[in-house]
């Protein structure tokens, strides 16, 4: 891949993945507060100040000059609010994606689309294959991979199950 990949505002049909800004940390730290985001992943809720400090080193974007760090949040247009994350870790010709949604907005198909609709966007990106790591335990998030197009593998890394889609060759 030759030049770094940047984020750009995507649409689908309910929602705006909207690049990272510092400012998003305030609305953000209300999406992100229930601990149980935290149950497959790890650690605690960020407080407003440690999220500021988290978007600022995100926005600055990886050290490795091979390396491109894509964030968005995502925007119910609905209702006008900050619903969760979707991200890509683009590395040569591969992109690494995750995703998280609030609790109050699970269970309405929000992770599915906007996932979805980051890996559209990634297809006319200069990426040959999409990852995701899923624990194994973690359905709804296995559902959210499977519904991007993604298929689990029988790689393991750190506990989740690699994900992957080729999306060309």
């Known amino acids: 891949m030759s030049g770094a990949v940047v984020a750009e505002t995507i649409g689908t049909e309910r929602l705006e993945l909207v690049p990272l800004v510092v400012e998003y940390a305030e609305e953000m730290a ?14 605690s809720p960020d407080t407003v100040e440690n999220l500021r400090a988290r978007y600022r080193r995100m926005i600055e974007g990886s050290p490795e000059a091979e390396v491109s760090w894509l964030n968005w949040v995502i925007r119910l247009r609905d209702e006008d609010c900050l619903t969760g994350t979707v991200q890509a870790t683009v590395t040569g010709s591969e992109a690494e994606i995750a995703w998280v ?3 109050p907005w699970q269970g309405r198909g929000i ?3 906007a996932a979805r609709g980051l890996v559209e966007w990634l297809e006319r990106q200069p990426v040959q294959t999409v990852v995701a790591h899923v624990h194994p335990d973690h359905h709804a998030s296995a ?12 790689q393991v890394q750190d506990g989740e199950v ?3 889609r080729t999306l060309r060759d």
């Open 30 to 43: 209300v999406v992100l507060s229930d601990p149980a985001l935290h149950a497959f992943i790890g650690g």
């Open 101 to 103: 949604v609030g609790t």
């Open 111 to 113: 992770a599915r689309e």
């Open 143 to 154: 559902a959210v991979a499977a519904a991007a197009g993604l298929s689990a593998t029988d």
């Open 162 to 164: 690699r994900w992957q």
